[in-house]
């Protein structure tokens, strides 16, 4: 059972709730412990550094529009590619996900708030100031991180103080993750509602109850593996350096041990928000809600068996390149289950098309596009001939953005009027789904023919040969760009005002947030709703 | 919020951080154990077994 009927719901007296006694102006979300205003804060956080990233892109494509060098210096370009990357990752795509759980889990399963109410504060609370050390660096001497995001040594044992700012930053954004997580879990195991049992909870809930494990497991292998990059780049030891008996390609293992299953860390949330979506446009449950909970556990256990698959051209043996080929296509088989069974919902489902919906069917052509793409990188032989080519770069921007930042798109237009009280523009968001879905393509299809041409990905000039796919490319990564303001304007306009939204602005909406009024009281669930 | 509430919130809170403690401790202490690899097989498992017992314990519920 994956919802809950409003009317198996008891005790949802809110009358006694709308004491919202806070502070008022900047010290109200300074100090804030209430979860949604913590919610706000991850999400407004997410956005500028999206729009952060996002500025990176396009210089990125502004320097790629044409052959030779227009913009930037080979060293300041790959400063660009690196942050671009870090920021994305660990600046705008993890704290949005962390922004809809904060706003969203509480609600959902009848919590008064987060478990650790001021450990959440903190938690969002260190991200800017982690946030100014990455984009600070780029302004030190030597300038920034150029090893990209993966930070492989041996240049980043090698580089300038830009790179201790980005161990600090990963560090710091790396405690708050770990803070978030344990938040997380401890909301969903102990505070639930009377009555919701694990497998009546949200999608959303249990998507984000396995990142949030995912993210206890990896974020410490993170934190170790830069914290040993910095003690070799400081204090004489020599982890990952040749010459003094050390591995680089050991940081390799680290780094990917950590880096693929933060693929799916990012991923997870949207698929829980995707499976909120479908089935309430399409005025159905969600079909075969244990087989979408077993497959998110499959998947998250799986991820942890694949990362070689990242290194097939370090030299692995041919029986590890085997197992971890034929491990990563089992993926395939979790994650087909779940397109499967949202494609199953929406089969002979009333299906009406606002923007969350299109979103969420944006989501899934483009993700199973990204998805198929991982397949063919998994066959050891064609990733050989395509690593580090523009079809990886391809490939990972399907996932990433039509998958992760469609999602987040939808999930916002979805809980836009139970969050503010007003429904968002409908025309506006409408327009903002079709510019980013033809701009998106227009930007990324063309690079899988320039991976498949062979044009390495990370270098700031090319060969005549690339020429027009890459002014394809990047017209289409300022149109998609430019399109984000259509995001702005509408989530704007929303906040200001506009139709007031009901309680249940979605009829087939079945959660526990649409049984409270729109927008929920300051406090919410003091008494807890008795699930039947 | 109930006592007995905060206290389970925090014994779970405790276990939890904990337990990345020993992720973060382990990745770099194994290291002079043994070899890299070694140490990596040791993590690696000690990683998987976290994931399988914490996902699979409420799987079962």
Redesign the interface.
Known sequence: MSSVPHNDVAGTDHAHDDHAHHPTGIMRWITTTNHKDIGTLYLWFSFTMFIVGGIMAMLIRAELFEPGLQIFEPERFNQMTSLHGLIMVFGALMPGAVGFANWMIPLQIGA?DM??ARMNNWSFWLLPFAATLLVGSLFVPGGAVEAGWTLYPPLTVQQGMGMDFAIFAIHIMGASS?MG???I??TI???RAPGM???KMPLFCWAW??TA??L??????L???V??LLTDRHFGTT?FDAAGG??PV?FQ??FW?FGHPEVYIIILPAFGIISEIIPTFSRKPLFGYASM??AL?AI??LS??VWAHHMFTTGLPTAGILFYMYATMLIAVPTGVKVFNWLATMWRGSITLEAPMLFAIGFLFLFTMGGFTGLVLSIMPIDIQFQDTYYVVAHFHYVMVAGTLFAFFGGAYYWLPKWTGHMYDEKIAKLHFWLSFIFFNVAFFPMHFLGLAGMPRRIPDYAQQFADWNMVSSIGAFGFGLSQILLFIAVVKCIRGGEKAPAKPWEGGTTLEWTLPSPPPYHTFETPPVVK | MQADKRSANLKTGAILATIALVFFAGVIVTHYFSSGTAALTVIGTAVLLFLIVAIGRHLRK
């Open positions: 008064p478990a650790f770990i997580s344990i938040n879990i401890t195991l102990n505070l049992t694990l497998m109850l396995i494990y995912l206890i497991a990896v974020m410490p292998v934190a170790g593996a914290t040993m982890f050390g591995d050991l293992h680290v041990f909970v077993y556990s998250a256990i942890f068996i």
